[in-house]
């Protein structure tokens, strides 16, 4: 069992930056490939950013590639989500999620989910 919590959500005028966290706790963080998804009103949750367990791989959805950058601190058991040149249509919840396998994008492919946190990208 992972426990992960979310935070650094908000609201941004578009082009500017956002940092998000998610905190894990439970069984050994760097056990779990951990990803970003995202939802938007009225939309099905997708698939953002994914780092291997040791974070010297990642991988990324092809509209935040460039923008968005995923990295994460073993010793802290925590993932970030780092995201430049914000667009209104980055505006979502964002969850960050813990899975066993590499290269998954499916949200059937995670484990454990945390809560989510809003961001909201004003034009």
């Known amino acids: 069992q992972v426990q992960l919590v979310e935070s650094g959500g908000g609201l941004v005028q578009a082009g500017g930056s956002l940092r998000l966290s998610c905190a894990a706790s439970?069984?050994?963080?760097?056990?779990?490939?951990m990803g970003w998804f995202r939802q938007a009103p009225g939309k099905e949750r997708e698939f953002v950013a994914a780092?291997?367990?040791?974070?010297?791989?990642?991988y990324y959805t092809d509209s935040v590639k460039g923008r968005f950058t995923i990295s994460r601190d073993n010793a802290k058991n925590t993932v970030y989500l780092q995201m430049n040149n914000l667009k209104p249509e980055d505006t979502a919840v964002y969850y960050c999620?813990?899975?066993?396998?590499?290269?998954?994008?499916?949200?059937?492919?995670?484990?454990?989910w945390g809560q989510g946190t809003q961001v909201t990208v004003s034009s």
């Open positions: 439970g069984r050994a963080f760097s056990s779990y490939v």
């Open positions: 780092i291997n367990w040791r974070g010297i791989s990642t």
């Open positions: 999620a813990a899975g066993s396998n590499w290269y998954r994008t499916r949200v059937d492919e995670y484990d454990y």
